[in-house]
């Protein structure tokens, strides 16, 4: 059970949480908890879903962002994000089990791929202090600058659902996958 509850429905959320749940639903056909979790703060609701959708329609594709959520949230141990993302990825991003599981290890079986997950961990792991090296390879793969800006921006996102759902224990409503490597 969530350490922070969870509204059972959207109109059990707070009244200014209601219209992004109710968008949430109709792009997502339903409300994952980590939404209606955090609908207890209107305004960090808000601003989850528009950095969320920001970066959705940002030069990085579908795959990449998910290889990057898969990453990051196996080197925080998040349980809910790495069952979500993996739920995600397979569904939606349309990654295979392979990808998936050395997205989880850090890398990718995508030539150009495996540098922006290399890179996002390097920032999660040196908490942004890379160095010339670092920003060099990912330019190396191909990636723009404003590729890299996203990157960076993802790694913030998903540390920050690792955290709140670590925080909140928020219950998985996905396949369950447990993160392999200690937090």
Known sequence: MSRIPTPASINEAPTASQPILEAVNKQLGSVPNIFRMVSNSPAALEGYASLNGALGK???????????ALAVAEVNGCNYCLSAHTYLGKNLAKLDD???AAN??????DPKAVAAVRFAITVLNERGHI???DLNEVRAAGYSNEEIIEIVQHVALNVWTNFINEVAQTEIDFPVVDAEKAA
């Open 58 to 68: 940002g030069k990085l594709d579908p795959q990449t962002r998910e290889r990057i």
């Open 98 to 100: 392979v990808e998936i």
């Open 104 to 109: 989880r290890g850090g890398t990718s079986t």
């Open 131 to 133: 160095n010339n090296e």
